[in-house]
Structures are given as structure tokens and as C-alpha cells.
């Protein structure tokens, strides 16, 4: 391992895996406020057609931010092994091929947003009302979009090379800028014009930029030894064997994120079927389990990142004991959070419910069902994670899909007549259970040891693609 990285194949494996998870679940749990904090501000301050605008046009991004998170977390694969194996060339070369593609897709995607977020949001049924606030919020966000991308791949570079500290602390700079902006350019200050819903995506925009720029600047500031310098700017040009690596692994780890968001809305069109007060109460549900998942996937993340450097080092038994805390550390801490959600989810039901509301003991009565089955699904995310450190990614979404699509939604609506809403809340753990059996027999049994992040088959389609073009 190269002078100033940090080395994950090497010292005690459960504190630095620890150590490792901890600033990636703080910055998890950041970037949730921030987005609560940020709705506060649009939709008491401008009012309910201002937040359904902001949330329909969140939605969109969402789904822009999953579809480029394969991607990020192939790089991230990628440099975290190369490192492993001493070989720093090959994952700068990483670096600097992934930051030509990532920029040209964000670019790209900011204005075909800009450009088309008008006929998108009415494809998605903004209401009338909502719809010139949600353009107005769009466009912005969207021309935020490159610097919010380039930000996220950033970080995704550093917990590659086993730095999970470094984002955290410019997290707090893009949180606390984002935060702090928001009031300035919705309402105006001084010579700062009063920009409304607008106002609230140039704060995220600037955020995002200032945060970027400062980034860069310290990592070349602390001489890191993975920012490009004088006569390696050629690594920029795009090694075609990288990008198909980002591609064609990177979409299956996107489309999980994308089976994990349909089973959510599928649930939903059964929930809304009970009426208002069942609506509610999910709704409240679905923020609290949000932070419950919170510590599966950070662990989930780090032990990726911890494995992908081992297995390129060729320590198989830190990998196997990687493994075996994430595990641990998963059933400790998602444990934990559903023991704090049993003995007060009154309380945190009431954060989002008004008080004596029929919703909270619905609410109530889900937790209880439903909570506890986000510790097994959090036990096969962390095996996931394990695995696509070495390239497997088409059975965690094979799994994804069997559990979450084949099992959760058909169970909860096969049983709906004749357990009513109980049959949505029993699906989770029914679908969570097979899920981590499936895991672990594929972890156990599969081949994922054998795969490869760049196969011999794409480096060589790769050199005849820069034949054909040079």
C-alpha cells in the first residue's frame, strides 16, 4: 500500500472496520437532516403546493443519484482493489477514466433535465398547482447536478482507498452550507433577491460546488497520493475497458437500488387501500425505518470497501473475517435501533403524527410486525456488499428481485382479503427471511470468488474499441 492511504489489509480487523462504518453511518444520518430540514423550510415557510413541487422533483433526482450509484460503487470497487494489490498506476488510471465519464454523463443528464423537466413532471401527474414551482426547482437542481455527482464521486474515491473520515468532515461543510443558505435565498437578505422554491436549489447547488472545489483543492493541498498530477493527465483519456466495468457492473448494483424503490411503491398501492389513517401511519413507519436501516447500509458499504482491498492483496481470510463482523456489527447495531424504536416508537410515531391520532397505534402495531425484519435483510445487504467487492453483482440482484418481488408483493396481496393490512406488515419478514437465507447460501456456495471486476473479455473488447477509434 502507497505512503498516506489507509490501508485496510492490514492491523485488527473489528476496530478498523468499525472505525471504518462510523463516519459513513454519521454521514448517512447528515444527509437525512438535511433533506427534513430542508422540506421544513419549503413547505411551512411556501406553503403545501411548494413541497409537493420539491418532492416531486426529488423524486426525479433520486432516481437520476441510483441510476449513477452503480457506477460509483464500481469505481470504488475497483480503486479499493488496485490498491489492495500495491498498484497504484492501475487505480489512478481508475480515477482518472471515471472522472472523464462520470462528468460527461452529469453534464448530459443536467440538460437533457433541464430541458425536458417540464413534460417529465407532467408525465408524472404533478399536480397543476405544483407544476411551475417544480420546474422552477428542477432546473436548478439540475444544473447542480454535475457538481453534486463529481462531489459524491469524490468521496466514493477516498472510502475506496479506505478514508472514510475525509467526507465526513466536507460533508458537514456541504450540510451546514446547504442549511444555512436555505433561508438566505428563499426569503432574501440585503442585496440577495427573494427566489423562493428556487432559492432553496441554488443554496443545494452552491453547497455542493463550494464543497467540491474546497475538496479538491485540500486533497491536493495534502499531496494525497490519488489526485492526478503533472505528466498523469493523460490518464484521463477513458480506458474503454474501465468504462465497461462501470457500465456493465454498475447497472446491476443500480437496479437493486431500483428493486428496493418498486417494492416500496407496490406496498403503498396496497396500503392506500385501508383508508387515510393507514396511509398516514405507514408513511410515519417508513421515516423511522429509514434511520433503522441506516447502520446496514453503511456496514453494508464498508465492509465492501475492506473487502475489495483484501481481495486484492489476496488476503482471503481478512475477507472471510470481514465478513464475519459485519455481520456481527449489523446484528448489534440495527438490533439496537429496533430496541430504541420498541420502547419509544409512541414517541417517534408522534414527531410525524398529531397527537391522539388513530394512525399512531396503527403505526404501532406495524413496528412491531415489520421492524425486526430490517436486522435479517440487514445481514444479507452486508453479505451483498462482501460480494460485489469481487465483481458478483448479477445474484444480489437476482435475490433482490426473488424476495422483494416474487415473495413480498404477492404474499402481501394474496393475503389481503383474509389478513387485511396484517398481510402487508407479515410480507417483510417473510421476504426478509428468505432474502438472508438466499444470501448466505450464495455467499457459502456460489462462485462469487471466482468472478472478476474486468473480465479478460472486456479488456480485450476494450482494445478494439481504441484501435477502432485511434
Same mark, same amino acid.
Given at each position: 500500500?502507497?505512503?498516506?492511504?489507509?490501508?485496510?489489509?492490514?492491523?485488527? &480487523?473489528?476496530?478498523? +472496520?468499525?472505525?471504518?462504518? *462510523?463516519? @459513513?453511518?454519521?454521514?448517512? #444520518? !447528515?444527509?437525512?437532516?438535511?433533506? %427534513?430540514?430542508?422540506?421544513?423550510?419549503?413547505?411551512?415557510?411556501?406553503?403545501?403546493?411548494?413541497?409537493?413541487?420539491?418532492?416531486?422533483?426529488?423524486?426525479?433526482?433520486?432516481?437520476?443519484?441510483?441510476?449513477?450509484?452503480?457506477?460509483?460503487?464500481?469505481?470504488?470497487?475497483?480503486?479499493?482493489?488496485?490498491?489492495?494489490?500495491?498498484?497504484?498506476?492501475?487505480?489512478?488510471?481508475?480515477?482518472?477514466?471515471?472522472?472523464?465519464?462520470?462528468?460527461?454523463?452529469?453534464?448530459?443528464?443536467?440538460?437533457?433535465?433541464?430541458?425536458?423537466?417540464?413534460?417529465?413532471?407532467?408525465?408524472?401527474?404533478?399536480?397543476?398547482?405544483?407544476?411551475?414551482?417544480?420546474?422552477?426547482?428542477?432546473?436548478? &437542481?439540475?444544473?447542480? +447536478?454535475?457538481?453534486?455527482? *463529481?462531489? @459524491?464521486?469524490?468521496?466514493? #474515491? !477516498?472510502?475506496?482507498?479506505?478514508? %472514510?473520515?475525509?467526507?465526513?468532515?466536507?460533508?458537514?461543510?456541504?450540510?451546514?452550507?446547504?442549511?444555512?443558505?436555505?433561508?438566505?435565498?428563499?426569503?432574501?437578505?440585503?442585496?440577495?433577491?427573494?427566489?423562493?422554491?428556487?432559492?432553496?436549489?441554488?443554496?443545494?447547488?452552491?453547497?455542493?460546488?463550494?464543497?467540491?472545489?474546497?475538496?479538491?483543492?485540500?486533497?491536493?493541498?495534502?499531496?494525497?497520493?490519488?489526485?492526478?498530477?503533472?505528466?498523469?493527465?493523460?490518464?484521463?483519456?477513458?480506458?474503454?475497458?474501465?468504462?465497461?466495468?462501470?457500465?456493465?457492473?454498475?447497472?446491476?448494483?443500480?437496479?437493486?437500488?431500483?428493486?428496493?424503490?418498486?417494492?416500496?411503491?407496490?406496498?403503498?398501492?396496497?396500503?392506500?387501500?385501508?383508508?387515510?389513517?393507514?396511509?398516514?401511519?405507514?408513511?410515519?413507519?417508513?421515516?423511522?425505518?429509514?434511520?433503522?436501516?441506516?447502520?446496514?447500509?453503511?456496514?453494508?458499504?464498508?465492509?465492501?470497501?475492506?473487502?475489495?482491498?483484501?481481495?486484492?492483496?489476496?488476503?482471503?481470510?481478512?475477507?472471510?473475517?470481514?465478513?464475519?463482523?459485519?455481520?456481527?456489527?449489523?446484528?448489534?447495531?440495527?438490533?439496537?435501533?429496533?430496541?430504541?424504536?420498541?420502547?419509544?416508537?409512541?414517541?417517534?410515531?408522534?414527531?410525524?403524527?398529531?397527537?391522539?391520532?388513530?394512525?399512531?397505534?396503527?403505526?404501532?402495531?406495524?413496528?412491531?410486525?415489520?421492524?425486526?425484519?430490517?436486522?435479517?435483510?440487514?445481514?444479507?445487504?452486508?453479505?451483498?456488499?462482501?460480494?460485489?467487492?469481487?465483481?458478483?453483482?448479477?445474484?444480489?440482484?437476482?435475490?433482490?428481485?426473488?424476495?422483494?418481488?416474487?415473495?413480498?408483493?404477492?404474499?402481501?396481496?394474496?393475503?389481503?382479503?383474509?389478513?387485511?393490512?396484517?398481510?402487508?406488515?407479515?410480507?417483510?419478514?417473510?421476504?426478509?427471511?428468505?432474502?438472508?437465507?438466499?444470501?448466505?447460501?450464495?455467499?457459502?456456495?456460489?462462485?462469487?470468488?471466482?468472478?472478476?471486476?474486468?473480465?479478460?473479455?472486456?479488456?480485450?473488447?476494450?482494445?478494439?474499441?481504441?484501435?477502432?477509434?485511434?
Amino acid at each position: 500500500m502507497p505512503k498516506n492511504f489507509h490501508s485496510l489489509t492490514e492491523g485488527p &480487523i473489528a476496530s478498523r +472496520l468499525l472505525l471504518f462504518t *462510523l463516519p @459513513i453511518l454519521v454521514g448517512n #444520518v !447528515l444527509q437525512s437532516l438535511n433533506t %427534513s430540514v430542508n422540506s421544513v423550510w419549503i413547505g411551512r415557510y411556501l406553503g403545501e403546493a411548494a413541497l409537493a413541487g420539491s418532492s416531486n422533483a426529488s423524486i426525479v433526482m433520486f432516481l437520476v443519484m441510483g441510476a449513477m450509484f452503480g457506477a460509483f460503487m464500481a469505481a470504488t470497487i475497483l480503486i479499493g482493489q488496485y490498491l489492495g494489490a500495491g498498484r497504484l498506476l492501475e487505480a489512478k488510471r481508475v480515477i482518472g477514466t471515471a472522472t472523464t465519464f462520470v462528468t460527461l454523463l452529469a453534464v448530459a443528464m443536467g440538460v437533457i433535465g433541464w430541458v425536458f423537466c417540464g413534460p417529465l413532471l407532467r408525465l408524472m401527474q404533478t399536480p397543476a398547482h405544483a407544476m411551475p414551482l417544480a420546474i422552477a426547482y428542477m432546473r436548478v &437542481i439540475f444544473l447542480a +447536478l454535475p457538481f453534486m455527482i *463529481l462531489y @459524491i464521486f469524490a468521496t466514493s #474515491v !477516498l472510502r475506496g482507498a479506505g478514508d %472514510s473520515r475525509t467526507p465526513l468532515y466536507f460533508l458537514f461543510l456541504s450540510v451546514g452550507l446547504d442549511i444555512g443558505l436555505n433561508p438566505v435565498f428563499i426569503f432574501g437578505i440585503g442585496p440577495i433577491p427573494h427566489l423562493g422554491i428556487a432559492g432553496s436549489a441554488l443554496a443545494t447547488l452552491l453547497a455542493q460546488a463550494i464543497s467540491l472545489i474546497v475538496l479538491i483543492v485540500f486533497l491536493y493541498q495534502r499531496k494525497n497520493p490519488l489526485m492526478l498530477h503533472k505528466g498523469e493527465f493523460h490518464l484521463l483519456k477513458m480506458d474503454w475497458s474501465i468504462v465497461h466495468t462501470l457500465v456493465f457492473k454498475g447497472i446491476p448494483m443500480a437496479m437493486q437500488m431500483m428493486v428496493v424503490s418498486l417494492s416500496m411503491v407496490l406496498m403503498i398501492s396496497l396500503v392506500n387501500r385501508f383508508g387515510i389513517d393507514t396511509t398516514a401511519a405507514f408513511g410515519a413507519a417508513v421515516q423511522i425505518w429509514n434511520y433503522i436501516q441506516m447502520p446496514s447500509f453503511a456496514i453494508s458499504m464498508a465492509v465492501s470497501s475492506m473487502a475489495a482491498q483484501n481481495i486484492g492483496a489476496r488476503h482471503w481470510d481478512r475477507v472471510a473475517s470481514t465478513t464475519r463482523l459485519g455481520v456481527i456489527y449489523q446484528l448489534l447495531l440495527t438490533g439496537a435501533m429496533v430496541g430504541v424504536i420498541e420502547l419509544v416508537g409512541h414517541s417517534f410515531l408522534g414527531l410525524f403524527l398529531p397527537a391522539g391520532s388513530p394512525s399512531i397505534a396503527i403505526g404501532l402495531h406495524m413496528n412491531h410486525i415489520v421492524a425486526w425484519s430490517f436486522i435479517f435483510f440487514g445481514i444479507s445487504l452486508v453479505l451483498f456488499g462482501v460480494v460485489r467487492a469481487n465483481g458478483a453483482v448479477i445474484a444480489p440482484l437476482i435475490i433482490l428481485v426473488v424476495s422483494l418481488l416474487g415473495v413480498r408483493f404477492p404474499m402481501a396481496w394474496l393475503f389481503l382479503d383474509r389478513w387485511h393490512a396484517d398481510a402487508i406488515w407479515w410480507s417483510f419478514p417473510a421476504s426478509s427471511g428468505l432474502a438472508v437465507i438466499l444470501a448466505f447460501v450464495y455467499y457459502n456456495f456460489g462462485r462469487w470468488r471466482e468472478a472478476k471486476m474486468i473480465t479478460p473479455q472486456a479488456r480485450a473488447a476494450a482494445a478494439a474499441a481504441s484501435t477502432e477509434l485511434g
